[in-house]
């Protein structure tokens, strides 16, 4: 298993992981916005269709402070920025999948699927309805980072980079994705 991200479709990106398990504790930090504020994004999340998603972005909260930030980057450093969205199938603790973005219809979708491997967990993450190959490759250098500090996090208790990886991904994403 790559631990790159693939497109799977027009507007559509796959990423498959194995975390340290089990399901339930990696649901956990997929749901509970303590836990998730830990690699992605605090914020409540009613865990019912149509539930609310309301994600609160500050990576300094969990992106190692002595790592240096590149500078296209460095606006978010400290920066809070709120993101709302919407559940659409929650299926405790397998499938977690919502809308995410603007209310103009520009939205995309993101789904989270579960399997318990063993002791481990594999996570398969979906992300569609991406505006164009710009916002794929971004939003994969954004997954391919937040994947390493939960897997981090998962294993180690901190995230061990953030920043790098998604400078480092985002570069390798426009060398493999299609040209449109």
């Known amino acids: 298993m790559s631990d790159h991200g693939t497109v799977i479709g027009p507007r559509a990106v796959r990423f498959e992981r194995m975390l340290p398990g089990p399901i339930e504790r990696v649901w956990a930090y997929l749901t509970e916005p303590d836990k998730r504020a830990t690699w992605f994004a605090g914020g409540e999340m009613e865990l019912r269709v149509g539930g609310r998603v309301a994600f609160r972005f500050h990576h300094a909260d969990f992106a190692p402070p002595d790592e240096p930030v590149p500078e296209r980057f460095e606006k978010y450093r400290d920066a809070v920025i709120d993101s709302p969205g919407v559940v659409t199938r929650c299926e405790a603790p397998r499938l977690l999948v919502f809308e995410w973005g603007e209310e103009d219809g520009s939205s995309s979708e993101v789904t989270f699927e579960l399997e318990p491997v063993g002791e481990r967990a594999r996570l398969v993450l979906t992300h569609r309805r991406l ?39 985002e570069a390798d994403y426009e060398k493999r994705y299609p040209m449109e």
């Open 131 to 169: 505006a164009d190959r710009a916002a794929m490759i971004g939003v994969s250098g954004g997954w391919h980072g937040h994947l390493a500090v939960l897997a981090d996090v998962l294993a180690e208790g901190r995230a061990c980079a953030f920043w790098s990886v998604i400078d480092r991904a």
